[in-house]
């Protein structure tokens, strides 16, 4: 029983290291791959903003899949669940409703 | 000389007039044709502005009273269907799908998970969500959740009902079968698992931009979870379809999430809780539940795709207390009532591989883990390995393929083949 719970221990923290390290790799080697191409400000665009907050849990739908009106309430209800700020939900929202 | 000149002169000029003159007949008759000519032309062209201008302005008149009517009947149709302030949208997703595991004859399966969302005004909104699923000769109606949003200002927003716990990661933001990238949830996750999916109560939750970074933060209190103490199999689980609290203590709790970029979050969650009821023996035990989660959702050129790495884990501490099952066994069953559980899981879609075919497909592996209390009579530690085949249709419709490896630590083993296509609206 001991002997199981200390391989499940070591499983256990062994994958979590093993992601942090993935992580961390893989974040450097996106950074230096992104340095050539980024220009020199920080801020991020409206389709920066869009498409990096809004594919963090699942697929990017197309603009034209709502209406104005039904993207207001879309946006509204992700504001809440991909915790954006007021900026970047109008800045998200007025790129989705120009672009259906 | 002068005479003979003048009369050259007189003689050619009369010559010439000889030549060029009309008679007074003539002239007078040509005179009359001319004028004839002048008041018919004249009458012409009076008739003829008076044709035109007649002819124009009741054409265009009558076209305009036309467009009158038609812009007429536009408004009344836009009025008729003015949208008015509130704006609705019917979300969810739709599952269906066939598992085969060792322990169970195979079956299809399908359900119909409906979310409807209302926007009152831009800081009130409403979202609920309904779990349609195939029981044993019935359909199952679950309310999945009820809440109503209100946005106090920039950096909080409030919420009532019975909303998703803000506890790790999953239930909030994956468990819709059109985000999770397997058919299943892991093992801490299922409603019988070491997390509450959802709480009925009020939270106060919202976002801290801190330069690029963003800090999130979500508590909440609720009623918590119940005990399990008359079911041998969950002797000393946490129940959390406690709707209705079986005691006046509430549970509480909360999460942090640190994103130092929008591909990245790592976070924190905690939950205290009294889980007895009232009255009972029980009415002292405490539970703890905390643990960490990571995400980072990213595409990697160099790998010619995007990746997707999640991991929760959870530890939850119940109080020891001694069942007696009612009186029925004796001495009463007494063991440390600490769990543990969660998953860690990695995703590779080849997204920039150029190939249109590979683009669609997605590769999924997942470990997941609970592992009982020790000393419990009926519980067994659990590991699984799943692979994952995913082929996305559309952004939001996949067919997934998996297959379930299962390492029990006793007892038997479960492997199981899932199928899944799920359209998310």
Same mark, same amino acid.
């Given at each position: ?31 230096? !791959? !992104? ?10 665009? !409206? ?34 669940? !991909?915790?954006?700020?007021? #900026? ?8 989705? #409703?120009?672009?259906? | ?25 003539? =002239? ?43 812009? @007429? ?55 609920? @969500?309904?779990? $349609? ?19 106090? &200002? ?15 990661? %999953?239930? *909030? ?20 698992? $070491? ?45 959390? *379809? ?29 939950? %205290? ?8 023996? %029980? ?51 007494? %063991? ?22 590979? @683009? ?22 659990? &590991? ?9 249709? *559309? ?9 379930? =490896?299962?390492?029990? *630590? ?16």
């Amino acid at each position: 029983m001991n002997t199981k719970r200390n391989t499940t221990r070591w499983i256990v923290s062994l994958s979590g290291l093993m992601m942090l390290i993935l992580v961390i790799s893989l974040t450097a080697c996106q950074s230096t !791959a !992104a340095d050539g191409e980024m220009d020199d400000s920080d801020e991020m665009g !409206a389709s920066e903003i869009w498409e990096r907050n809004c594919a963090r849990c699942h697929n990017i739908r197309s603009p034209s899949t709502l209406s104005d009106k039904q993207w207001e309430t879309a946006v509204m209800h992700m504001r809440v669940r !991909a915790n954006l700020t007021p #900026k970047e939900q109008r800045l998200i929202l007025e790129l989705l #409703k120009a672009g259906n | 000389m002068i005479p003979a000149i003048l009369m050259i002169v007189v003689f050619t000029g009369s010559f010439a007039r000889a030549q060029d003159s009309v008679s007074r007949e003539e =002239f007078d008759a040509l005179k009359a044709s001319y004028e004839n000519l002048l008041s018919r032309f004249n009458n012409m062209s009076t008739d003829f502005d008076a044709l035109k201008e007649e002819g124009s302005t009741s054409e265009l008149r009558e076209e305009l009273e036309e467009l009158i009517e038609e812009i @007429e009947q536009v408004d009344l149709k836009a009025i008729a269907g003015r949208p008015g302030t509130t704006g609705f949208l019917a979300a969810g997703f739709a599952t269906t799908g066939f598992v085969d595991f060792d322990d169970n004859d195979s079956t299809f399966g399908a359900s119909f998970t409906p979310v409807f969302l209302w926007k009152f005004t831009d800081n009130l909104m409403v979202e609920a @969500e309904l779990d $349609l699923s195939l029981g044993d000769g019935t359909t199952e109606v679950e309310l999945e959740y009820i809440q109503i949003l209100y946005t106090v &200002n920039d950096y909080v927003t409030v919420g009532a009902g019975k909303f998703l716990t803000p506890f790790g990661m %999953f239930w *909030e933001r994956l468990h819709p079968s059109w985000i999770n990238k397997l058919p299943d949830a892991p093992l801490s996750m299922r409603h019988t698992g $070491l997390v509450p999916p959802t709480t009925v109560g009020v939270q106060v939750r919202g976002v801290i931009p801190i330069d690029s970074m963003k800090l999130n933060y979500a508590f909440f209190v609720g009623n918590g979870p119940s005990l399990a103490t008359e079911d041998l199999d969950h002797l000393g689980n946490l129940e959390y *379809e406690n709707f209705i609290d079986n005691n006046g203590n509430k549970a509480f709790g909360g999460r942090l999430g640190f994103q130092p970029f929008p591909e990245l979050e790592i976070g924190y969650s905690a939950y %205290f809780a009294k889980v007895g009821s009232s009255g009972s023996e %029980f009415r002292n035990v405490d539970a703890t539940l905390h643990g960490p989660y990571l995400a980072y959702v990213s595409p990697i050129p160099a790998l010619a795709g995007s990746i997707d790495v999640r991991f929760e884990w959870t530890w939850s501490d119940v109080d020891d207390a001694s069942y007696d099952l009612g009186g029925t066994v004796t001495p009463p069953i007494v %063991f440390d009532n600490r769990r543990s559980g969660g998953y860690a899981q990695v995703a590779y879609r080849p997204s920039l591989s150029g190939v249109s075919f590979l @683009e669609d497909l997605e590769f999924v592996f997942r470990f997941d883990r609970i592992d009982n209390a020790a000393g419990h009579p009926d519980a067994i530690d659990r &590991n699984g390995y799943t692979v994952g085949l995913n082929y996305w249709l *559309e952004p939001n419709s996949v067919v997934k393929l998996a297959f379930r =490896f299962d390492d029990p *630590e006793g007892g038997e083993k479960n492997d199981g083949l899932m199928i899944q296509w799920t359209v998310g609206f």
